[in-house]
């Protein structure tokens, strides 16, 4: 299984990289990743798990966080109405998203990041998002709210953006990262 040893942190430069495309239909290698690292996100939210193994909890996962330039996220978090999205998407891509945009109260937070960023990142209050699934499923989802949020920070980690180039004003120590050692 998959635990924090395995997350890349910032300073690695594959977290700048701009992921590739997965050839379709995936190969067993990439559906084991796409496994680990869905498995990943649910042990993270499972307190005991969590607790065992030190991990702390994400409600996503974009492969270059474990060191793979691959266009694959991992998704678990409850939308609006307490069901739980959970899922894999190869190549996801926002093909519209509304105007308005929105915000988390707290800022983000990063698997990848070893600090408080403070600031507030603007996200699209709403988008669609295309992908296919681990079973190979070619989906089209409409999303609002926390769900929303989570997909474009995933699909940001797929083009190297991380949540804190977003944060308008933040001064420059903070979108610095530090050099790889
Ligand atoms: C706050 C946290 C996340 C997404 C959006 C807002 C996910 C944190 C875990 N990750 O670093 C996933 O890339
Ligand atoms: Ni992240």
Same mark, same amino acid.
């Not at 109405?81 to 109260?105: G, M, Q």
């Not at 920070?153 to 420059?172: A, K, P, T, V």
């Given at each position: 299984?998959?635990?924090? #040893?395995?997350?890349?942190?910032?300073?690695? /430069?594959?977290?700048?990289?701009?992921?590739?495309?997965?050839?379709? +239909?995936?190969? $067993?290698?990439?559906?084991? *990743?796409?496994? #680990?690292? *869905?498995? &990943?996100?649910? $042990?993270?939210?499972? /307190?005991?798990?969590?607790?065992?193994?030190?991990?702390?909890?994400?409600?996503?996962?974009?492969? +270059?966080? *474990?060191?793979?330039?691959?266009?694959?996220?991992?998704?678990?978090?409850?939308?609006?109405?307490?069901?739980?999205?959970?899922?894999?998407? &190869?190549?996801?891509?926002?093909?519209?998203?509304?105007?308005?945009?929105?915000?988390?109260?707290? !800022?983000?937070?990063?698997?990848?990041?070893?600090?408080?960023?403070?600031?507030?990142? +603007?996200?699209?209050?709403?988008?669609?998002? #295309? !992908?296919?699934?681990?079973?190979?499923?070619?989906?089209?989802?409409?999303? #609002? !709210?926390? /769900?929303? *949020?989570? &997909?474009?920070?995933?699909?940001?980690?797929? $083009?190297?953006?991380?949540?804190?180039?977003?944060?308008? !004003?933040?001064?420059?120590? &903070?979108?610095?990262?530090?050099?790889?050692?």
């Amino acid at each position: 299984m998959l635990t924090m #040893k395995d997350i890349v942190r910032e300073g690695h /430069p594959v977290l700048r990289e701009i992921a590739k495309e997965v050839t379709l +239909p995936a190969s $067993n290698e990439d559906k084991e *990743i796409a496994q #680990k690292m *869905i498995e &990943f996100v649910i $042990n993270s939210q499972d /307190p005991d798990i969590a607790d065992q193994y030190g991990l702390r909890p994400g409600i996503g996962l974009a492969a +270059p966080q *474990i060191g793979i330039s691959k266009r694959i996220i991992a998704v678990h978090v409850p939308d609006e109405r307490d069901e739980l999205i959970s899922a894999v998407l &190869f190549n996801p891509k926002i093909v519209s998203h509304s105007v308005e945009e929105t915000h988390l109260e707290n !800022g983000e937070g990063c698997l990848s990041v070893d600090r408080e960023v403070p600031g507030l990142v +603007p996200r699209y209050a709403r988008i669609t998002v #295309k !992908g296919t699934t681990l079973e190979g499923q070619d989906i089209s989802w409409r999303l #609002k !709210g926390l /769900p929303a *949020i989570v &997909f474009q920070h995933e699909i940001d980690h797929l $083009n190297g953006i991380m949540f804190y180039d977003r944060i308008q !004003g933040l001064d420059d120590k &903070f979108k610095k990262e530090l050099p790889n050692l």
